[in-house]
C-alpha cells in the first residue's frame, strides 16, 4: 500500500473467519497484573493504549487514517477508528459471533492470522479482550458492509448478540469501556499520560491523524507529523541546543524487519534513547536497541580511527552516547517481547537487522558527511576526557573519605540503626529546620542531611565537575552507592531518602534540582522506590487548646468551619517555623506523616521534563509554566 489509503478500503479474505480463537477470559480479573501490568494508574492508562494499539494497527496495515479519542465525562473513554471494522458473523469454527469472540475470548484475534495483519502492535491478541474483563460496561459498534452492529457487556459478559442498529455508509469500530473501580485503585484518566503516547503514535506513523479530546474540560488535540521520526527527534531536542542538524535519518530493511531510526547530538551530557516495535514503546529496550548501540559504538570508532581522529583510544559505549538523542522504530512480524507489557524486545533477529543495517547506512552517512562525523566523534572524546576525570575525582573522594576518621559529611546526623531496609535519610533545607529536624527526628532509624542553599543544576553540569560541589559530594557519601554511571543502588545506606524543603517556590526549587540529580545521576533510586517526598502541612489551624494540621486550602477551611468563630490560623513557609515536636508529630512521625514516593510513570515523559525545567532554552520552559499555570495552589511572591 502507498500513502494514499482509502478510508473502508474492502478487503474480501478479512471476514468471520480470519478471526482465530485460543480462549479463556476469568484470569485476567484474578491476576490482572499478569495483562497489563498493575491495577495501579500505570494499569488503568494501560486499558487506552491497548484498544488504540488496535486502530494504529489497521493504520500499518493499509486501511485506516484517523483515530479519535474521548475521555468523556462519566469517566469512561471512547476510541474509534476508520479502518474494516472487527468482523461481525458467524465463525464455523467457533460457532460464535466473530464480533464477540474478540471481545470475550482471551486470544482471538485477526494478529494470529498472517493475512490479516503483517504488522501488529497488539500481537497477542489479548488487548480488546482484557479492557472488557476489566470494564464494568463496554459497548462496541462496528461499521462495515453498510450496517451498523453493536453488542454491549457488563464486566466481559455479553448483555445479549450481536444485533444490527441501522445503516452506515462508513467502516471502522468505536469502543467505549468504563474501567471498574473494584480493580483499579484509580478510574481517573490523566489527560497528560495519554497526550503523550498519542504524539509519540503520531511521530511513529506519519500516515496517521490521532485526534484527542477531553470531555471534561474541552481541551482537544490532534497529531500528525509528516516529519516522521526526524520530526520526533527534533521535538524531544526542542529545549536542547544541536550540534548538527538536521538529525541524521536512516531508513530500510533487513532481514524482513523494517527500521525508521534519527539521532542528532546535542551540547549536553544526557543520552535520551527510546526504542520501539511495530509503534510500542519498549522502556526496557531489548534486541533491537542492542543492537542500534553496538553498531553505533563500532561504526563511530572505525571512522574515528579510519581518518586519524582516534590514534591510541577507543570510545567506550557512554562515550559515543553522551548528548545523543535517538529514536529507534522498528516495524517486524510476529516480533517476541518479554512479557504482556511489552517492555523489552526478545527477538534476536531484531538484533541482527539493526546491527547490519547501522553498520552499513551510518557509515555511509559519514563518508558523504565529514563534519558531521567530526563533530561526532569529537564530542566522544570530550566524553571520555570527562569520563575520565570523574573517575579521578571519585577515586580521590573515596580515597580522601577513607584517610578521615569519619568518612560521613560533618553535617550528616546519622541514625543508629545500621539496616539499610529499616533507615530513613531526610534531606532538609537549611541549618534552622535542620535542627528542628535533629531534635524531633526518632534518632533509632532517622538521619538528618541539612542542605546549605540550593546545589548544582545536573543537567548543565559536566559529569566531572559535579564532585567540585560539596553538597553533591556529601549526597553521594551519605547516600552510598556511588554516582553515574558506576552507581550501584546495592550499596546505599538508606532505602528511604526523603527530600524534606520548604512550601515555598525556592524550596520547590532545591526540590526539582535534587530529582534532577537523582533521576540524571542515580536513576535506580527512584526505579526502586526509594525517593520520596515529605508532605508538611501548609497551615495550623488552632481555637483554644485545640488545633488541626491542614495540608491545602480545602483541609484549612473545612478546619476553620469547624472550629467556628475565634480561629487562629497560621501559614508555615518554612519548616524552620515549627519546633521539634511539632516536626515530628506533622511531618516525620511514621504514624500520622503524609510522604508520596517518586515513580517515573513514563520515562521519555520524564527525559523531557528535566530538560524543559532545567535546561538552558527558556521558550519551553514558558510554554510549559502558562500550560500548567492553573495547576498552582499556593504560590509564595
Known sequence: MDGSKQQGLYDPDYNADSIVALKGLEAVRKRPGMYIGSTDSRGLHHLVYEVVDNGIDEVMAGYANKVSVYINEDGSVTVSDDGRGIPVGMNKEEGKDALEMCLTDLHAGGKFNQNAYKVSGGLHGVGVSVVNALSKRLTAIVERDGKAFRQTYQIGIPDGPVEVIGESKRTGTTITFYPDEEIFETTAFEYEILQNRFRNQAFLNKEATIFFEDKRTGKSETFHYDGGVSEFVQYLNRSKKAIHDPPIALIGERFGVMMDIALQYTDGYNEAIDSFVNTIYTPEGGAHLTGFRSSLTKTINDYGKANGLLKDTTLEGNDVREGLTAIISIKMPDPQFEGQTKAKLGSSIAQKAVSTF????????????????????????????????????????????ALESSSLPGKLADCSEKDPSKCELYIVEGESAGGSAKQGRDRMFQAILPLRGKILNVEKARPDKLLDNEEIKNLMIAIGGGIGKEFDVSKIRYHSVVIMTDADVDGAHIGTLLLTLFYRQMKPLIEKGHVFLAMPPLYRVAKGKKEIYAYNNEEMAKAMEEFGQGTNVSRYKGLGEMNPQQLWDTTMNPETRMMKRVEIEDAMLADQLFSILMGDDVEPRRDFIIEHAHEVINLDV
Open 358 to 401: 547501522m553498520n552499513e547506512k551510518l557509515a555511509e552517512f559519514f563518508l558523504e558527511n565529514p563534519s558531521v562525523a567530526t563533530t561526532v566523534v569529537r564530542k566522544g572524546i570530550s566524553a571520555l576526557e570527562s569520563r575520565e576525570a570523574a573517575r579521578k575525582a571519585r577515586d580521590a573522594t573515596r580515597r580522601k573519605s
